[in-house]
């Protein structure tokens, strides 16, 4: 197996270090940084539904801030 090596910010690093440690739990076993990865490059964007915590309020602003994106587009058109 031919392996690459990239460059990753410290925050970045940690993320997935983060992530390989929550899949460790999950998985009952040793998870690489590797792993990790290509966990994350399986998921879609469906799998993330539910999983945002979000006040009424924030619900309220975007909203608001859609509805006042469709108003402007819907102008231009």
Known sequence: MTTK????????YKKLVEIAGRLQVE??????IEDAIKYLMKRKISDLAGSW?????????IKESLKKGWRAWKRSV
């Open 27 to 32: 998985l009952k076993k040793p998870v690489s």
């Open 5 to 12: 090596s990239i460059k990753l910010s410290e925050e970045t």
């Open 53 to 61: 915590e979000i006040s009424d309020e924030e619900v309220y602003e």
